[in-house]
């Protein structure tokens, strides 16, 4: 069975992670969604640049050499593009029409960011960093060529656990990834994470790039009226993996599995419901739980009346906060964490569709698994049935 990492869009590369095939608790390299706004530059090692400036008492520009001698730090996180879901959305809204596999887990190693920052000595009225990648171009309703560049506020920025990251599950950075080193800012939309990061400027004000005042942005309700807010944290969510959508399955016990994440907050708990959201019922979490990571979750549902089912799960973070039951307008094309029916189908009259073994065996087989994927060569699906959304 050759594996995918279905395109969404060519050129750019957008494509997602294989999700119905995945069984690890971190995604494989190869299969971890892609998304570019521009052409992935080329930037080598050797020829890495970082100029630190702005706000700051000691200017200064890192090579590779400096950067990597550093003391290292490691963190597990899952990234999640913010259109991730797009393409379930009624009325369509324009820009990439994603499935639901904007979303990845890996770890990641690097020096933080505040490493490096620190170094420079920021002045007092310091308020966001200024992240800018190599990568440029234009979009629609941008015809000068611009920089991919996030402003990042100073406490998320000298949080420990937000990296200048070089390595990806224990490798080097691959291109698509963002090679040499990208930023990783845990807990918070894929978005914030520059790619190919070269600039880091230091500022007394917030930055209005294109990506975060004209895309990124959502509106909220506010005193009567509505206000324009910038998209950081993530918000809880979870996703079946398996059995994937409409599916024929047996009478007996059927295993549904998937994943939930809550940004930067631990996952309390997943339900499932297999009459639409009628009635819930406690899924397991197993695997390890962490902040930042999604958690893997399994339910044993029992059924022996054929028919059509819709299941749905529904997450709850540590800190209270679960999923809505529809997706708010206001939030246009992103953060797309409603309840979405999972319709599946019981035909005839076998038994059990799958045997059961305790958890840890279960983590044995999903971590061979891994491997064997690690392994096997990745095939691009060049059909695609989306057109290119332009810079959303
Ligand atoms: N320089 C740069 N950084 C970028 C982007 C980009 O287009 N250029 N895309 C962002 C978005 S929207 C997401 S969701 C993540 C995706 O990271 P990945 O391609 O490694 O999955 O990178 C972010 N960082
Ligand atoms: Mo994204």
Redesign the pocket.
């Known amino acids: 069975m050759a594996i995918h990492r279905p395109i969404v869009t060519h050129d750019p590369e957008n494509s997602e992670t294989p999700l119905g095939e995945m069984r690890s608790w971190v995604t494989p390299n190869v299969f971890?969604?892609?998304?570019?706004?521009?052409d992935e530059p080329d930037v080598a090692a050797s020829a890495w640049r970082l100029q630190v400036h702005g706000q700051v008492r000691a200017p200064r520009v890192w090579m590779w050499e400096e950067l990597v001698a550093l003391p290292e730090r490691t963190v597990f996180a899952t990234?999640?593009?913010?259109g991730n879901g797009r393409s379930f959305l009624h009325p369509i809204e324009p820009g990439v029409q994603w499935g639901a596999g904007?979303v990845?887990h890996a770890e990641w190693t690097g020096v933080p960011l505040a490493s490096v920052l620190e170094r420079s000595r920021p002045l007092s009225d310091a308020l966001e960093i200024l992240c800018e990648?190599?990568?440029s171009g234009s979009e629609p309703d941008h015809p000068q060529p611009m920089r991919?560049a996030r402003g990042l506020p100073l406490a998320k920025a000298m949080h420990p656990d937000t990296l200048l990251a070089f390595r990806m599950n224990g490798e080097p950075l691959t291109r698509?990834?963002?090679a040499p080193v990208?930023l990783i800012v845990p807990g918070w939309?894929?978005?914030c994470?520059?790619?190919?990061?070269t600039r880091l400027e230091v500022l007394d004000e917030t930055f209005q790039g294109y990506f975060q005042s004209n895309k990124?942005t959502i509106r909220r309700r506010d005193n009567g009226g509505q206000r324009t807010v910038r998209l950081m944290r993530m918000p809880v969510k979870s996703q079946i993996l398996r059995p994937g959508p409409n599916t024929d399955l047996e009478p007996g016990v059927n295993r549904i599995s998937g994943i939930a994440w809550a940004g930067e907050e631990a996952v309390a708990g997943v339900e499932v419901s297999v009459d639409g959201g009628g009635t819930w019922q406690r899924a397991a979490l197993v695997g390890p739980q962490a902040p930042y990571s999604w958690a893997l979750w399994e339910y044993l549902w029992e059924v022996s009346r054929p028919g059509e089912y819709a299941l749905v799960c529904r997450a709850t973070s540590a800190a209270g906060e679960t999923q809505p039951t529809e997706h708010d307008p206001l939030r246009g094309g992103y953060m797309i964490n409603f309840l979405r029916p999972h319709p599946v189908r019981i035909v005839g009259a076998g038994k059990a569709a799958e045997s059961w073994g305790d958890a840890t065996a279960h983590l044995n087989v999903m971590a061979h698994q891994a491997e064997e994927f690690a392994h096997k060569r990745l095939d691009l699906e060049m059909d695609s049935e989306f057109t290119d959304g332009g810079g959303i």
């Open positions: 971890f969604f892609v998304r570019n706004h521009f990234m999640e593009c913010a904007a990845g990648g190599a990568d991919f698509s990834h963002g990208r939309y894929g978005v994470s520059v790619k190919w990061i990124y």
